[in-house]
């Protein structure tokens, strides 16, 4: 039997210390022998199909196929399914909402990015991009930082308000110092210790001369051809971290600047791992910019198919008969 798990049986089985764990785990394992495979295929108009195959992590007898429909225009933007199949048999034991899995493992592993890699003391953050990402980091980043001020910019001005209420309320903030709404997102990221940028934007939205030193951003949006979040001035001054960098050259935030390998200074794991520095001094930028791994989504996967089965959630549907 296979467990269907819709986005509201994820979101009541899934926290984010959890998830946090999960993910911290995945990145100080190995992902197994298997190459994973991201395939990203145009369709008419402004979709894209994509396909992340196989999501492997040491210790976890499971693997994941994700297959996505990305159409900017749509609410929700991304929509698929995550299939979690069993690594000796290849049964199919769970097929998941593969925008809630998607928006909490890219939200929740960049939250570990923008910890890792921002200043300890810094605790002004911006987000550029209300959307589904940048709640899971808002959700992720508190767990392990303190964050004692909001400022939120987006194109649109009620889902910007909206964000920056939910979360204000969630973090116990109060008052226009602590939490605000900016129309232009270099007035957003002035004061901000911690950027963080969850947009579809296709042309740079901040530049060198926008960012003030000392500042960590975690760009999400460039994961795939075309798009951008941040120039190749600003990337060509900053210390960058990636979650793998052949893929950040080919489609990620390099490619996107035009920059190469030597731009790189690692991955998250090599950091978490201690096999490179994170940030080296407290006046330089610092980026983080993924792609998004296969085995993330497993990771999250995993959790909540082992909680569906404690809790006895979701719906069990054969397709073998």
């Known amino acids: ?49 994509t396909a992340l195959l196989p999501g492997l992590v040491e210790e976890i007898p499971a693997y994941t196929v994700k297959v996505n429909a990305k159409f900017p225009g749509s609410r929700p933007a991304l929509r698929g399914v995550v299939c979690l199949h069993d690594l000796g048999t290849g049964e199919l034991l769970a097929q998941l909402d593969s925008a809630t899995v998607t928006a909490w493992r890219t939200g929740l592993a960049a939250a570990l990015g923008t910890h890792a890699l921002a200043r300890p003391d810094a605790d002004a953050v911006a987000v550029i991009g209300a959307g589904a990402q940048a709640e899971l980091v808002m959700r992720g980043l508190p767990e392990l930082r303190a964050v004692r001020r909001l400022i939120v910019c987006d194109l649109d001005a009620g889902r910007a308000a909206a964000f920056a209420g939910r979360h204000g309320e969630r973090l116990g903030l109060a008052g226009d110092d602590a939490v605000s709404v900016a129309a232009d997102p270099r007035a957003a990221v002035a004061d901000a210790g911690i950027v963080v940028m969850a947009t579809w934007a296709r042309r740079p939205i901040l530049h060198a001369a926008d960012v003030a030193s000392g500042t960590h951003i975690t760009s999400l949006g460039a994961d795939e051809p075309g798009k951008a979040e941040l120039s190749a001035d600003l990337l060509e001054g900053a210390r960058v971290v990636v979650d793998d960098v052949p893929l950040a ?49 497993l990771a999250v996967s995993w959790a909540a198919y082992r909680a569906a089965r404690a809790a006895g959630a979701g719906t069990e549907f054969d397709f073998l008969s």
């Open 1 to 49: 039997m296979t467990l269907l798990l819709t986005r509201s049986d994820l979101e009541a089985l899934l926290d984010p210390a959890g998830c946090l764990d999960a993910l911290r785990r995945g990145f100080t394992a190995g992902e197994g022998e298997a190459v994973a495979r991201r395939v990203v295929g145009k369709l008419p108009g402004q979709g894209t199909a």
């Open 249 to 297: 050259v080919e489609m990620g935030v390099l490619a996107g600047a035009g920059l190469d390998v030597k731009h790189a200074a690692g991955t998250l794991r090599d950091l978490l791992c201690g096999q490179v520095p994170g940030r080296v001094k407290g006046s330089e930028i610092t980026v983080y910019a993924p792609v998004g791994l296969p085995w993330q989504d």
